[in-house]
């Protein structure tokens, strides 16, 4: 059928077009156009309340997105399960990583019912309904992709991996052979990657997640380093003199300048803006342990991730 044509049709198809000179366009994050990705940081008092919640950690009116967002792909939240209680979710996501600060009992997704205690990660593909129940007082860290769908306007309807769970035993029995190598040839990081069979490219947890568990021994600097993804990281065990260094630039030597301090909490969460140097510091005397979880399974299929470090002064 031909449709015809009119000037006021015609009008209409233009009227959303824009031309910039080049310098005025090209860069909307310098010139403010874009917002930064903010620093934020979040206190595990959330996931203390008295009542079952998903508590999203949300900082969408900084970044002038729609809500929640912790960052322009990524959604962090706690959740916290009183005992015997259920929490149902039906996120628009292509992937949910869940690490588990507390308690136990399972989760029904798809048709399949995972168990799930403290320390385990649990990862799920799509966006279908999902209920968490709870054995005990309950808290999780999840973290999903609905704001990257959201701002694609697209829905997850086809599964790229399989439910994923990662046991404690199982991770914690990784770092601790990871820790006792790092010991002979002094590693600046002492951690280990979750991955997926399925990612056997990007080597991540999911096709846009990243997820690392970490050590930090006493007394000890994580050299500075950098990435463009974000960083969305949880804290886990840690005394007071445990923190990072976070800035825009480094000096000849490595060395972060007019970083801003961020002090780590135990089971608190904090943003690390992507394209900032970061460095991690223990002056407490005890070990601590952090999760990072990032976009940087997007950012490295898209070759985008750049990520770069500082090397001990030895190996330059």
Same mark, same amino acid.
């Given at each position: 059928?031909?449709?015809?044509?009119?000037?006021?049709?015609?009008?209409?198809?233009?009227?959303?077009?824009?031309?910039?000179?080049?310098?005025?366009?090209?860069?909307?994050?310098?010139?403010?156009? !874009?917002?930064?990705?903010?620093?934020?940081?979040?206190?595990?008092?959330?996931?203390?309340?008295?009542?079952?919640?998903?508590?999203?950690?949300?900082?969408?009116?900084?970044?002038? %997105?729609?809500?929640?967002?912790?960052?322009?792909?990524?959604?962090?939240?706690?959740?916290?399960?009183?005992?015997?209680?259920?929490?149902?979710?039906?996120?628009?996501?292509?992937?949910?990583? !869940?690490?588990?600060?507390?308690?136990?009992?399972?989760?029904?997704?798809?048709?399949?019912?995972?168990?799930?205690?403290?320390?385990?990660?649990?990862?799920?593909?799509?966006g279908c309904e999902t209920t968490h129940e709870a054995d005990s007082d309950t808290a999780f860290y999840l973290v999903h992709d609905e704001p990257l769908l959201r701002y694609l306007g697209a829905e997850a309807k086809h599964p790229r991996f399989k439910p994923t769970l990662f046991a404690s035993q199982d991770s914690l029995k990784e770092l601790a052979r990871v820790e006792h190598e790092g010991e002979?040839?002094?590693?600046? &990081?002492?951690?280990?990657?979750?991955?997926?069979? =399925?990612?056997?490219?990007?080597?991540?947890?999911?096709?846009?997640?990243?997820?690392?568990?970490?050590?930090?021994?006493?007394?000890?600097?994580?050299?500075?380093? &950098?990435?463009?993804?974000?960083?969305?990281?949880?804290?886990?065990?840690?005394?007071?003199? %445990?923190?990072?260094?976070?800035?825009?630039?480094?000096?000849?030597?490595?060395?972060?300048?007019?970083?801003?301090?961020?002090?780590?909490?135990?089971?608190?969460?904090? !943003?690390?803006?992507?394209?900032?140097?970061?460095?991690?510091?223990? =002056?407490?005397?005890?070990?601590?342990?952090?999760?990072?979880?990032?976009?940087?399974?997007?950012?490295?299929?898209? &070759?985008?991730?750049? !990520? &770069?470090?500082?090397?001990?002064?030895?190996?330059?």
């Amino acid at each position: 059928m031909n449709t015809v044509i009119t000037p006021e049709s015609l009008e209409k198809l233009k009227a959303d077009a824009l031309y910039y000179e080049y310098t005025k366009a090209a860069d909307p994050l310098g010139s403010g156009v !874009i917002s930064q990705v903010p620093y934020a940081e979040f206190s595990g008092s959330l996931h203390q309340g008295d009542k079952t919640a998903l508590i999203p950690l949300d900082v969408s009116q900084a970044l002038g %997105c729609e809500g929640p967002a912790t960052s322009p792909a990524l959604c962090a939240n706690f959740v916290h399960i009183l005992p015997n209680e259920k929490l149902t979710t039906n996120f628009n996501a292509t992937s949910q990583l !869940i690490y588990v600060i507390r308690g136990s009992g399972n989760t029904s997704f798809g048709g399949d019912r995972i168990p799930y205690k403290t320390g385990d990660f649990l990862v799920l593909p799509l966006g279908c309904e999902t209920t968490h129940e709870a054995d005990s007082d309950t808290a999780f860290y999840l973290v999903h992709d609905e704001p990257l769908l959201r701002y694609l306007g697209a829905e997850a309807k086809h599964p790229r991996f399989k439910p994923t769970l990662f046991a404690s035993q199982d991770s914690l029995k990784e770092l601790a052979r990871v820790e006792h190598e790092g010991e002979s040839v002094n590693r600046s &990081r002492v951690s280990i990657l979750l991955a997926n069979k =399925e990612m056997d490219q990007t080597l991540t947890v999911t096709h846009t997640l990243w997820a690392m568990l970490g050590v930090l021994p006493e007394g000890t600097v994580q050299l500075p380093h &950098r990435h463009q993804s974000v960083a969305l990281d949880l804290i886990l065990d840690c005394e007071p003199g %445990c923190y990072s260094l976070v800035g825009r630039h480094i000096d000849s030597d490595g060395k972060i300048l007019d970083p801003k301090r961020v002090d780590w909490k135990p089971y608190s969460a904090f !943003i690390t803006p992507p394209g900032y140097w970061h460095a991690h510091h223990n =002056e407490s005397g005890k070990k601590a342990h952090l999760i990072p979880m990032q976009d940087a399974g997007l950012h490295t299929y898209l &070759r985008s991730l750049d !990520i &770069r470090f500082v090397l001990p002064k030895a190996q330059l």
